[in-house]
């Protein structure tokens, strides 16, 4: 049991970096840090303050989901937090509301699901009693450990235009921007190419020769929650609550794909029954086990991996049971 568990994590606590999104959250609930890494993703926006908007809502599945109640912890709720929809850093500045994702993985679907979190500010402001012309302008932003479109670029930014004139803008004021770590064209700034350098693998970042101050910050505070008891805690607690549910998944599976050969053996006779009966089994197995760890918001490649499931069986779970990433 405790080789599969390591085998799942696939790294120790000691490896976890900024591109890991339990660690980006946390280091994003510093209001400092992460409005340097705000004004960096978006320069032309003058942004003076941010507040990180919680949803109680939210906090009571959280609390459900690690079986505990958050009082004190309010930090980690941020990063620890796995939900229908899960906000890394959800922010406001008065004016404009920002969402910001660590993306390390490619997803079947993730313009869709930008469009699911936009949906999710939208839904949120009009709950706090705004209506719908009171929308503030709202950023959805994706930091891209790979290239989401395939083109070489730092940045890409998308807003509706009107596709017959070319020019004509719906001004919605809705903006979705997904930044490519391992980008070659396009104008950004360059302490901005740098941070993205060091993001796209922090390991082999040279950070003490960095002149970028921000990166050095982040990193110091990487190292700091590392070292946090709480931030461990809390992190194996999350890592173990996800293994456990697929583990009672593939349990349930085999349980299942046993019973279902012996009635196929009593059907077909035991040889031919057994036999077709238990790869069956696997395969329920198998596909139960998908079923949870897409429920568990683990990526496409990581069900894949833990499996042996192909993408379209996989893409085609996650269609099934409703699963967005």
């Not at 950004?188 to 740098?194: F, H, V």
């Amino acid at each position: 049991m405790k080789e599969g568990r390591r085998e799942w994590q696939g790294k120790s606590l000691n490896d976890v970096d900024i591109r890991d999104d339990f660690m980006f959250s946390y280091i994003m609930r510093d209001p400092e840090l992460c409005l340097g890494l705000l004004r960096q993703l978006l320069p032309d926006c003058p942004i003076e303050r941010i507040e990180y908007v919680e949803l109680e809502a939210e906090k009571q599945q959280l609390e459900k989901a690690l079986g505990t109640r958050l009082e004190t912890q309010k930090v980690l709720f941020g990063a620890a937090g796995k939900r229908s929809v899960r906000l890394d850093a959800y922010l406001d500045d008065g004016k404009t509301i920002y969402n910001i994702e660590m993306q390390t993985a490619e997803q079947i679907a993730l313009p869709q699901r930008s469009r699911l979190y936009q949906a999710h500010i939208d839904v949120n402001q009009l709950e706090r009693g705004q209506y719908y012309d009171e929308l503030r302008p709202s950023y959805v932003i994706f930091i891209c450990t790979f290239d989401p479109f395939g083109k070489s670029l730092y940045r890409y930014s998308f807003r509706n235009v009107c596709r017959e004139d070319g020019e004509v803008e719906l001004q919605d004021e809705a903006y979705k921007l997904f930044f490519n770590t391992k980008g070659t064209r396009g104008e950004i700034a360059n302490t901005l190419r740098e941070m993205l350098t060091y993001i796209n693998n922090p390991g082999a970042y040279p950070v003490h020769g960095s002149k970028v101050e921000l990166i050095h910050r982040i990193e110091e505070a990487v190292e700091e929650a590392k070292m946090d008891i709480e931030w461990r805690e809390a992190y194996m607690m999350y890592q173990t609550r996800i293994y456990d549910a697929a583990m009672e998944a593939r349990m349930k599976g085999l349980r299942e794909g046993r019973a279902e050969g012996r009635e196929k053996g009593l059907q077909e006779g035991r040889a031919k029954g057994l036999q077709e009966g238990r790869a069956e089994g696997r395969m329920a197995e198998k596909r139960d086990t998908a079923r949870a760890m897409l429920k568990g918001h683990l990526t496409v490649e990581q069900v894949m991996t833990f499996t042996g499931l192909s993408r379209e069986e996989v893409a085609k779970l996650a269609e099934e049971t409703g699963v967005q990433e």
